[in-house]
């Protein structure tokens, strides 16, 4: 198996294991906001969340669609440490047919009875919202003049 492979393998085994992801937002006014919320994935990698429309991110979502994700593996001893990265950009779905699509893998992820898709539009407070990957990156560990530095490879998920 080659290391792409490894690192492939081991960015699905920590989205598949860790339930939050860390949502960086930025407001038109370029003040950043991070938000740790439970996520879900479908099969190419999307990911989804629900979140109060009056969030600080859910906000700056609506004025800035680029977002910064961050799933990472602190169960792990220390130094030894992985996480996935990524450029994405976010969106509150509106469509009801895209939130039927989404509602199985939020709700399948906690094993609960999924909610009616009427729970997130309309005079609901809370959407469910969709990150669509740009790029996506893992840590890893490299000498560089002696040292070891964490660095970044980028990835493809699918």
């Known amino acids: 198996m080659s290391s792409m492979d490894n690192y492939i393998k081991k960015a699905k085994r920590i989205i598949s294991d860790i339930l939050y992801i860390t949502i960086a937002s930025v407001s038109k006014h370029g003040a950043p906001w991070n ?7 479908d099969e190419n990698y999307n990911f989804y969340w629900v979140s109060p429309m009056e969030a600080i991110h859910s906000k700056n ?16 001893p220390e130094g030894t440490g992985a996480g996935v990265y990524v450029q994405a ?6 469509d009801e047919k895209e939130i039927q699509h989404a509602i199985p893998f939020l709700y399948g992820r906690k094993n609960k009875s999924p909610r009616p898709s009427s729970s997130f539009i309309g005079d609901s407070p809370r959407r ?3 990150a669509v990957p740009g790029k996506i990156w893992v840590n890893t560990t490299q000498e560089i003049n002696g040292q070891p530095c964490d660095v970044r490879v980028e990835i493809k998920l699918n």
């Open 128 to 130: 469910i919202y969709k």
């Open 61 to 76: 979502i609506k004025e800035n669609p680029q977002v910064a994700l961050v799933i990472y593996d602190s169960t792990v």
């Open 89 to 94: 950009k976010a969106t509150e779905i509106t």
């Open 35 to 41: 938000s740790p919320v439970y996520s879900a994935f």
